[in-house]
C-alpha cells in the first residue's frame, strides 16, 4: 500500500513539476477568501485516485477537491491533498507538497510527504519509522522551546480566532529561537519529523492537512495532539506537534495565552 502510495505521489509530482515551467498559463479559481484551486490541484488529484482507486477499488477516498468517494463504510481510508501549497505554487514560491495518509480502521497507518520541487520523499508506515529518500529520520533531540525552530500557519480563511492566535503568535515570538510560516502544513509536519523544526503549530487544518505529516513525526519519535493534549486532530482542526520535550511547552504556551478560546 505505502508503495502504491508514493507511485500516486510521484506521478502527482510530474504533473506538478510540468505546470511549473508555466506557472502564468495556469488557470486559477477562488473557493473563497484567499483559498484557491488550479487546474493542477484537480489534475494531480485525479491521477492519484485513479492509481489508488486501480490497486484498491473497495477503499475509500477522503480528498480536498473532490470530497469523499470510493466505497463508502471501507475500513480503508485514503486521505489525499494533492497539492498542499497552492498559494504558493501560484505564485512560484517553492514550498509545496502532494500529501497522502492512509486510515484503516480509523488508524493513520501508512503516509506520504512528497517535495516534487526537491525530490524529496517522506514516507512513515505504522510501526515501522519514518524516512526521507530512503534515509531514516528522527525528530530533533531539542529539549528547549528557546532552543527550538518552530513552524506555524497564519489563519487565511477564517478569522474568527484571529486575536487569540495572534496572542500566541506573539508570546512564541518571544519565546522560541525562532518562528517560521513556509505555507504548506503537510510539508512543515514532515519538517518536524525530519528534525529542520522542532515544534509546530496551526489551527483550522483540514484532515488532509494533516494525516501523512502526523504519522511522519508519530514514527520520527516526536508527539502529535490536538489543543487538549488529545488525538482528535483530525477531527478538531488544531494541531501541536514536536520534539516529545519542546511539545509539552508548545501546549502549555497555547493554553497559556487563550488557547481555550479556540476549543470552546
Do not use: C
Not at 495556469?26 to 490497486?55: C, S
Not at 478569522?159 to 510539508?187: N, Q
Request: without cysteine; aromatic residues 8%.
Amino acid at each position: 500500500m505505502l508503495n502504491t502510495a508514493v507511485k500516486a505521489a510521484r506521478r502527482a509530482g510530474q504533473i506538478i513539476n510540468r505546470a511549473s515551467l508555466d506557472i502564468g498559463g495556469v488557470k486559477v479559481t477562488t473557493k473563497q477568501q484567499n483559498d484557491f484551486v488550479t487546474e493542477v490541484d484537480k489534475a494531480a488529484e485525479a491521477a492519484i485516485i485513479g492509481i489508488l482507486l486501480d490497486a484498491y477499488p473497495k477503499h475509500a477516498i477522503l480528498a480536498e477537491e473532490t470530497g469523499d468517494s470510493g466505497t463508502a463504510g471501507s475500513e480503508y481510508q485514503w486521505i489525499i491533498d494533492p497539492l498542499d501549497g497552492t498559494t504558493n505554487f501560484i505564485h512560484g514560491f517553492p514550498q509545496y507538497a502532494v500529501s497522502i495518509g492512509l486510515s484503516h480502521r480509523g488508524v493513520l497507518s501508512h503516509a506520504v510527504v512528497y517535495d516534487p520541487g526537491r525530490n524529496e520523499l517522506f514516507t512513515a508506515s505504522k510501526g515501522g519509522g519514518a524516512f526521507v529518500n530512503d534515509k531514516r529520520i528522527r525528530v530533533s533531540n531539542r529539549t528547549k522551546l528557546d532552543e527550538a525552530l518552530v513552524g506555524t500557519g497564519f489563519p487565511y480563511r477564517s478569522f474568527d480566532h484571529i486575536d487569540a492566535y495572534l496572542a500566541i503568535f506573539k508570546e512564541m515570538t518571544r519565546r522560541a529561537a525562532g518562528v517560521r510560516r513556509p505555507g504548506a502544513a503537510s510539508l512543515d509536519l514532515a519538517y518536524v519529523a525530519a528534525g529542520r523544526l522542532d515544534g509546530f503549530w496551526e489551527f483550522g487544518l483540514s484532515p488532509w492537512d494533516m494525516a501523512a505529516g502526523a504519522l511522519l513525526i508519530s514514527e520520527a519519535g516526536g508527539l502529535v495532539s490536538d489543543l487538549a493534549g488529545d488525538a482528535n486532530y483530525l477531527a478538531t482542526g488544531n494541531i501541536v506537534a514536536g520534539t516529545p520535550k519542546v511539545f509539552g511547552q508548545i501546549l502549555k504556551l497555547i493554553a497559556d495565552n487563550g488557547g481555550a478560546a479556540l476549543t470552546a
